[in-house]
């Protein structure tokens, strides 16, 4: 046996390094074809040597033919910057602006003075698919983006629609690293749900269309069924929504593991035709278990949203965010005139100063000062237990962020969630202005321009002041006392609330009933940040297929 081993070792001693290359060879798959943006970033590596041809795929922007030679610029969606092809008149004439083509030639440098330092000298060329030239509509002209929104299947392939699409995606592998490596779990919520977590009723209710009478006799004699048919005459036997936040599900699953978080699709039916609104769009929530202060997730916000846009700058993504060429954008007065340098600027502000933290109460204060003694008029005059507008959120994004996102802190109670903890201190916990009445342990985060973007707070974990809260709501129906003989006093002991008094909020209840623990989190409105990191002033140019209402195109 040692002499059998001594003789392996030594033949792998002797033939390891070929054995080693072998099996890297046999290992790894031959590398694909390269994207342009590759070859762009990286023109020496790929410079053709020893007549090794290069091969690229992607579609025709446009064509410039002479007499004896003929240009062609190719797009793939990997970069913005198109790569220039050198063809011959022959093999231009089958082109035309949005054709699909295979090009194989030697990949040599440029003539001096040329923008590219490469460029792809044809050999070969395979027409993918033909277009109709004379009615594609993305010909080589300005295109509003009004007019692409009516095109949502095709607009991707303008080079700043498709960055956009690559900006979802770096934020996307980002995020998902940020929250790795701080042992968050990632999950999966569902997105149909029993009730509507925010309260607000505008939520969209599940139906389904009329069944065959074949299928319906199916369903009659199936052991679901209540005396013959669902006890509504809906599939769920009950009425079901999409859902409006993952938060009451992720409390659910924090307090399994400690800290969750998702990036999951949310559906509103607010009828708000506005640049900041959609029907459709993607939230990115988390819960934290054993936090008792709103401190800890303010913290892991601002960590996360400096952490991407550090990530920007190191990108390609981020750099051809700074230099891309914009078509009509409006909304976003900062970028209208140097749109490179202003987002560069706003980068810098989310990085470099300090993200100012303020009650709502010291909000209101400030606004009417600015009333009383800056002359400043709003369409809502502000005032105390009233909601901010937009108007307020941006004169307090500039007022008090000058730059920089600014934390608004303990809203009045009446304004949120019934599932909000009341705040530490009645009197104000961040400044030294007191509140007129019952807050909230919650925040808003306001960016410049647009406003809004991140909602958070304790919640409350206590049963018996949960249960307080929702009877204040109505979320609970009148129990009455069994020895009141018929009394519709309420009756606080939680012993007594039936399963129907409770209704779909059972579950969430059973929460505080078996061993819950302080615990908050937040929510995202991802396509919102996007929109702010871009530049981009409508939120339905940052989702490739936006909805909204009166809109649901393909």
Known sequence: MKARSLCLRNLNQRTGHHNRSFLRHISSPPPPNPTIASLLAYPQTFESRDNSPVTINGFVRSVRKQKTIAFAAIGDGTTVEPLQAVLTPAQADSLATGTSIQL???????????????????????????????????????????????????????????LLLRLRSHSIARLTSFFAGREFIQTHPPIITSSDCEGAGEVFTLTTETLHPAQSLSLCNSSDM?????????????????????????????????????????????????????????????????????????????????????????????????????????????????????????????????????????????????????????????????????????????????????????????????????????????????????????????MPEVCEVIGGSLREHRLAELLDSMRSRGLIKTERSPDAGGSSSPTPASSSLSDEDLGNLKWYVDLRRWSSVPHGGFGLGFDRLLGYLAGVGNIREVVPFPRWVGRCDC
């Open 226 to 446: 209540v005396d013959g048919t669902d006890s509504d005459g809906s599939f769920f036997r009950a009425p079901k929504y999409l859902t409006v936040s993952s938060q009451l599900h992720l409390e659910a699953l924090a307090q399994s593991v400690g800290r969750v978080w998702t990036l999951s699709p949310t559906f509103r039916a607010e009828k708000s035709d506005t640049s900041r609104h959609l029907s459709e769009f993607y939230m990115l929530e988390t819960e934290l278990s054993f936090v008792d202060s709103l401190d800890p997730i303010m913290t892991l916000a601002e960590d996360m949203i400096r952490d991407l846009v550090r990530s920007l700058y190191d990108s390609r993504v981020g750099q051809e965010l700074l230099s891309a060429k914009r078509t009509g954008e409006t909304g976003l007065e900062d970028l209208a005139s140097a749109p490179g340098k202003a987002l560069q600027s706003r980068w810098k502000g989310l990085l470099d100063g300090p993200w100012p933290r303020i009650t709502y109460t010291e909000a209101i204060n400030r606004l009417q000062e600015a009333v009383r003694d800056k002359g400043v008029s709003f369409n809502s005059p502000p005032t105390w237990n009233a909601g901010l507008q937009a108007e307020h959120e941006r004169f307090i994004a500039d007022d008090v962020g000058k730059g920089s996102p600014v934390y608004v802190t303990d809203y009045p109670r009446g304004l949120k969630a019934f599932y909000m903890s009341p705040s530490a201190c009645e009197s104000s916990c961040w400044g030294s202005q007191p509140a007129p009445g019952p807050t909230a342990a919650c925040f808003d985060l306001l």
């Open 104 to 162: 194989t030639g030697a990949w040599k440098p440029s003539p001096q003075g040329k923008k590219q330092s490469h460029e792809l000298q044809v050999e070969q060329l395979k027409v993918l698919s033909e277009t109709e030239s004379s009615t594609y509509p993305l010909q080589k002209k300005y295109h509003t983006q009004e007019y692409l929104r009516t095109i949502p299947h095709l607009r991707s392939r303008t080079p700043f629609n498709s």
